[in-house]
Structures are given as structure tokens and as C-alpha cells.
């Protein structure tokens, strides 16, 4: 690692509010990972007959633990629960419901207030919240960071494109970056959406069509002056290839402004998410989403903790995210040493 990055972290790291940001968001983002060792209607590890079983990874016929049918095990039954402790025992879950989980044992009509089996009530279909909040938080951040991370390759290679050659590039590029900045996205994705069957992939590569641009002209105006300084002039009459000279040599120096706009460009994109999901044009509708969740919120006013949870998980995600990036394009801040 290079003395300069050294110093870009060690200022990071004395921003103490983004660092200890950078740490909660980590916290969180690996608690979503783990979504399923903390929700699940099923056990975490089942040990009957001198047997460990495994049930959260792998599916067991009813025929495992003693029954009579051959489909897949449902734990939470109670002739099941009593086969398994009669000769073994059972470790499950903080929560033992799963985002698609209904609670059918509620004294209550749906939607449910909190309780001790339901942390934050249940939604209008009986499934736990905080199991929902739980998967959707997960489903939000990997489509976030997928989404950030393909429109900032396509993002730089265009820009490093335009500001490397500049002339009739440059000119018909930043005309049709005008043309597309214009575009309403919001609009275009929801009427290009509703043209396919609900998909995680069309929608990804339908927001990835009108996100690509966010990195094109921060990369074009670092290519534009440093095409012409001196190690670039003095690469190019040795003879290196322009590929070479844009990605091996110009770009590491221009990434250090691009790093500090991720953090803000994952937020966009987890925010656009959730709005399109609110407003019924996101994630099909079987998904654990954060969006969906606000959307009940809206509908069951009588049923306050929906809104709730859903907003004041966006807004500590969000909120982290905002302060990580501040810290990080203060700690990239080549006026800085």
C-alpha cells in the first residue's frame, strides 16, 4: 500500500463519526447476511438419534425424524416437536419465523401489535416484521451494492473514454449525457418495469440502464487534465499502448475522488429501490422488501410499528451511509496531505 493511501486512511480512521459509522454499518450489513441463522422457521441444528441434522441448509423429509410423509419437514408442528424430543433435541433461531412465515397461533387480528414471539407486530398477512426487516435490509444492501458497483465500471470506462481522446468523443458523448440526464428515471424505470414480469433482473438492468452516468463526469474531467501532463506525454512517445496509459497509470490517480461518491451513490441506489418498491414497481411481490413494508405502513394507519420499523431502519442505513461518505471524501481530499 502506498504512502499516500496510508495517509487517506489514517485520516478516515481519525474522523472518529464516519469510523465509527464505517463500523456499525459493517455490524449491520453482516447481521443481514445472516438473515437466515436469525429468522427461520425452521431449526438451527437438529440432533435426533445420535444424528446431527441441519435443517436451515438442507431440506428433510417428515420419514427423518420418524414420520409418515415423505415432503419436507415442518418443524413447528407439534407431533414433529414431540418425535424430536423424545429421542434428541432441537436449537432454533432468535426468531423463529422466517420473512414469509404467518404466525397462525396470534390472539389478535392482523395486523398484529409486538409481542414476545413477534418483536415488532406482524404485517396484514400475519409474517413477523422484524423477520421482514431482517431480509429486506439484505435484499436493499447486496441490490444496492451490485447496482453501485456495475454502474461504477461503466461509469469510468465511458468517462476515462471521453477525457482520454476528447474531440468527436467527448462531443457525441456529452451530448447524449445530456439527453440521458434528462430523462426522468423514476418515470422510465417504472413504465419499463411495469412492460416485463416482475424480475430482480430486469429490474436491476433496467436501474442499471439510467445509472450508469453518475461517475462519467467526475472520471472525464480527471482524464481531461491529466491527458496532457508530463508521465502521460512521455508514456505515449515510449510507445505504451493508450489502454495501458488510461487504466494502469492515469486511472489510480483519478479513483481517489470516485471512491469518496460510493458511499453516496449506494444511498441513491437503496433509495430508489425502496421508492420503487413503495410505489408497487419494484421487487416482485413474494420478496422481502423495506419499500413494501412502508407501503402497509401506509395503508394500516391503525398499525403504527409497520411504518415505523421500515423507516427507522432506512434512516439509520441511509444515515450511516451519508456520514461514511463524508468522512471518505474528506479523508480523499487530494488538497489535503
Given amino acids: 500500500m502506498s504512502p499516500i493511501m496510508q495517509a487517506r486512511i489514517r485520516r478516515f480512521k481519525n474522523n472518529k463519526l464516519g469510523f465509527v459509522c464505517f463500523i456499525l454499518f459493517m455490524l449491520i450489513f453482516v447481521v443481514a447476511l445472516c438473515s437466515e441463522l436469525i429468522a427461520n422457521e425452521k431449526p438451527l441444528v437438529v440432533k435426533y438419534e445420535q444424528h446431527l441434522y441441519f435443517p436451515v441448509f438442507k431440506a428433510y423429509p417428515e420419514t427423518t425424524f420418524g414420520g409418515v410423509f415423505e415432503t419436507e419437514t415442518d418443524y413447528k408442528d407439534p407431533a414433529v416437536k414431540a418425535m424430536i424430543d ?75 473514454l471521453q477525457g482520454y481522446y476528447g474531440g468527436w468523443i467527448d462531443l457525441i458523448g456529452q451530448r447524449i449525457l445530456d439527453v440521458w440526464g434528462g430523462l426522468p428515471m423514476l418515470f422510465m424505470v417504472m413504465i419499463l418495469v411495469s412492460m416485463f414480469t416482475p424480475s430482480v433482473y430486469w ?19 480527471e482524464f481531461l487534465r491529466a491527458r496532457n501532463l508530463d508521465y502521460v506525454r512521455a508514456a505515449r512517445a515510449l510507445g505504451v499502448k493508450d489502454s495501458t496509459i488510461m487504466f494502469r497509470h492515469i486511472l489510480p490517480n483519478a479513483m481517489s475522488s470516485t471512491l469518496s461518491q460510493l458511499p453516496f451513490m449506494l444511498t441513491a441506489n437503496i433509495t430508489a429501490l425502496t421508492a420503487l418498491d413503495f410505489l408497487g414497481y419494484g421487487l416482485p411481490p413474494d420478496a422481502a422488501s423495506l419499500g413494501e413494508l412502508l407501503l402497509q405502513g401506509k395503508n394500516n394507519l391503525t398499525a403504527p410499528w409497520l411504518a415505523l420499523s421500515g423507516f427507522f431502519t432506512l434512516a439509520l442505513v441511509l444515515s450511516l451511509l451519508i456520514y461514511i461518505g463524508e468522512a471518505t471524501r474528506d479523508a480523499f481530499d487530494p488538497r489535503r496531505h
Fill in 203 to 221: 429490474l436491476f438492468l433496467i436501474m442499471l440502464l439510467f445509472g450508469w452516468t453518475a461517475l462519467v463526469g467526475l472520471i472525464r474531467a
Fill in 86 to 160: 423424545d429421542k434428541g433435541w432441537s436449537v432454533w433461531p432468535m426468531i423463529k419465523y422466517s420473512y414469509q412465515t404467518p404466525n397462525f397461533e396470534l390472539a389478535e387480528p392482523v395486523p398484529s401489535p409486538p409481542t414476545r414471539q413477534n418483536w415488532l407486530g406482524t404485517d396484514d398477512q400475519g409474517r413477523d416484521v422484524m423477520a421482514r426487516v431482517l431480509y429486506g435490509l439484505r435484499v436493499s444492501l447486496l441490490f444496492g451494492l451490485a447496482l453501485t458497483l456495475f454502474a461504477s465500471v461503466i461509469g469510468i470506462v465511458v468517462g476515462a
